[in-house]
């Protein structure tokens, strides 16, 4: 089969010939149909020479190992994005189990193997390249909204850029009820926020201060929840637009990995802010029921995964960047 292999320097990924993997127990081998990029993929690119990218796909079972009751060659699925965390609480053991990262091979393959556990069923109406867009940036978006405490109705949610997270947090917020404020550096991906239903849109490179903008917007209270993709460079900012007793979701690492944090504003306003980390299984088949309408930017064929990776880069979608690793986009 075909697959590719991080290389460890530009250009980032090789197209390389692997045997045919086949399933042990307990496992399904899935042809992989259409795969989605995230930002975390970059940094795996930078990091991980050998292995097999990308952590975000979905296809048809191809066969099916010793012992995997209820799955048949040939339904429809996408795969989670950690197979051991199927439910329950988090820990160390079930984030290792991470596709396409620290050592854990990825989806960016014509034939992948993972614990049939992993497996959601697709609904007929749902495309490959739709679902291969859930496992990390939609499931993600979910927890960050929905996890601990829900988002309620008339609730005012903050959204940071409108990359693969923020576009389906802002998809979820409007369909709960919400209202939403988001940002981004880029006017025109503010009208594709506004067309998704985006109620409030912030340019934050022509207006750095922008949480003056969210705090007039909400009677000069804040945001109720916000979601921060970006992290150390836009924490405090975040801060200062989410008001008394509201929430953060912080996951992002766009900006780095560590920075000061403003810990009185945290407390004086006795802010939550959760850390989040994807989602298990069983969150990704609550996505999928839900049945997203993902805004997918651009598709790439197989053989241009390179240049897939390099528009992730650049940033200059809006929204997923998919791959389709075979068929065709009637599927
Ligand atoms: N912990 C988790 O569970 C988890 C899961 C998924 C993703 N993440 C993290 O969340 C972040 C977003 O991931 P993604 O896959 O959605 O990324 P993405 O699709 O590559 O989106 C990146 C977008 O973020 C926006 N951005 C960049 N710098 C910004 C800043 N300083 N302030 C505001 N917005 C900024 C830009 O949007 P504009 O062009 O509109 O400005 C950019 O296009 C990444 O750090 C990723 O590692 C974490």
């Known amino acids: 089969m075909r697959a590719y292999h991080i290389t460890g320097s530009i250009p980032r990924l090789r197209l390389v010939e692997l045997p045919e993997p086949s399933p042990g127990p307990g ?47 040939g339904e429809r699925v996408v795969i989670g994005f950690m197979p051991g965390w199927v439910d329950g609480g988090f820990s160390q053991a079930r984030q290792a189990t991470a596709l396409g990262g620290d050592g854990v091979p ?9 614990p049939a556990e992993a ?15 859930l496992p990390c940036a939609a499931v993600t978006a979910w927890a960050a ?27 979820f917020a409007k369909a709960a009820g919400a ?15 506004r067309a998704l239903g985006a109620d409030i849109t912030i340019n934050y490179r022509t207006t750095p201060d922008w949480p003056a903008l969210v705090l ?7 945001a109720d929840l916000a979601v921060d993709v970006a992290g150390p460079a836009t924490l405090n900012d975040t801060l200062r637009a989410t008001r008394h007793d509201g929430r953060i979701s912080l996951m992002g690492v766009l900006t780095g990995f560590e920075g000061a944090v403003n810990t009185a504003a945290i ?13 298990p299984v069983a969150m990704l088949r609550d996505v999928v029921r839900a049945a997203p309408q993902p805004l997918v930017d651009q598709v790439f064929p197989f053989e241009a995964a390179e240049q897939a990776l390099a528009v992730l880069a650049a940033a200059t979608h809006t929204g997923k960047l998919v791959i389709r690793v075979a ?3 009637a599927d």
Request: net charge neutral.
């Open 27 to 73: 496992e399904v081998a899935v042809a992989i149909r259409a795969a989605s990029l995230n930002y975390r993929d970059l940094l795996q690119a930078a990091s991980q020479p050998g292995l097999i990218p990308l952590s975000d796909g979905a296809g048809v079972v191809r066969a099916v190992g010793e012992g995997v009751p209820g799955w048949r060659v």
């Open 106 to 114: 990825g989806v960016l393959a014509e034939t992948v193997v993972v």
């Open 119 to 133: 497996l959601v069923r697709l609904p007929d109406a749902m495309s490959f390249e739709a679902a291969a867009t």
């Open 145 to 171: 909204l929905f996890e601990r405490r829900p988002l309620l109705p008339g609730e005012t949610v903050l959204l940071l850029g409108t990359g693969g997270v923020s576009v389906f947090a802002l998809q």
């Open 179 to 193: 209202r939403v404020i988001i940002t981004s550096g880029d006017d025109a991906k503010l009208a594709r926020a």
């Open 216 to 222: 007039a917007a909400t009677d000069g209270l804040g």
């Open 267 to 279: 407390l004086s306003r006795r802010i939550t802010l959760q850390g989040i980390y994807v989602g």
């Open 327 to 329: 068929g065709d986009a």
